[in-house]
């Protein structure tokens, strides 16, 4: 809200509204409308200051005299000067620029919050595209989950089959250390051993406990969607 005070223009009379004007105020009032009209509001508060000294019953010289004051942020003052303004009876429309002018220093407006950014449809679309566009290569984070258990399934099964097959050594040394069957070497070294068939049953033994463990982590593998 921005209130615009206009000054009266200055009256050439020497009596205005009724109220005698003591010598040489007249031409402070009138220097001081000058000076406003100029935009010099520093000075033209010099001179309406002197004018209202000299008349201290001027509605008139009370009101520029508050506009001056308001133009200069002297906002207490301002409201002062309006006040005294009214006590001096002044025409209706100077009393409801008055009061309008009391209320609007007493209760000035909040600057508005600053709305919130909304891109336009394009810029939206093209961030949209771009982001899209920068992530395409790269896996979500379910997925990058999903590839992690794999590797640990796949990682754990092997490990699983390099233990078995470990025992399953041992258990064919202890076998053939403890068979009556031995063979002579040409050396003169002795060495005992399984039959044929009972090696091939050890064999078929270690594949089918490396089979039963990799179709374990195949259905491990495959229950991950």
């Known amino acids: 809200m921005k209130l615009n005070f206009v000054l009266a223009m200055p009256f ?29 509001y520093a000075e033209a508060l010099q001179h309406f200051a002197k004018a209202a000294q000299s008349q201290p019953k001027s509605w008139k010289v009370q009101y520029q005299l508050a506009n001056t004051q308001l133009q200069l942020k002297e906002i207490e003052k301002a409201k002062k000067s309006y006040q005294k303004c009214l006590s001096l009876n002044p025409p209706a429309d100077t009393k409801a620029n008055c009061q309008r002018a009391i209320d609007y220093l007493n209760n000035p407006p909040q600057p508005a919050a600053p ?7 394009y810029q ?57 069957r031995s063979w002579i070497h040409a050396d003169g070294s002795i060495q005992t051993h399984l039959s ?30």
């Open 12 to 40: 050439s009379f020497a009596i205005v509204a009724g109220i005698a004007v003591l010598p040489g105020s007249a031409d402070e009032y009138s220097i001081a409308v000058t000076k406003y009209s100029e935009g010099n």
């Open 115 to 121: 709305a919130p950014y909304r891109p336009s449809l």
């Open 124 to 180: 939206r679309s093209s961030s949209s595209s771009s982001s899209s566009s920068s992530d395409a290569g790269a896996p979500s984070a379910a997925e990058r989950e999903k590839e992690a258990a794999r590797a640990r399934i796949t990682r754990e099964g092997e490990a699983e089959i390099q233990k078995m097959k470990a025992e399953e050594e041992e258990r064919l040394k202890a076998a053939q250390a403890s068979t009556n």
């Open 196 to 225: 044929e068939s009972e090696e091939a049953e050890f064999k078929k033994e270690v594949a089918r406990k490396e089979a039963a463990i990799r179709d374990r982590m195949q259905r491990q593998l495959n229950s991950i969607k």
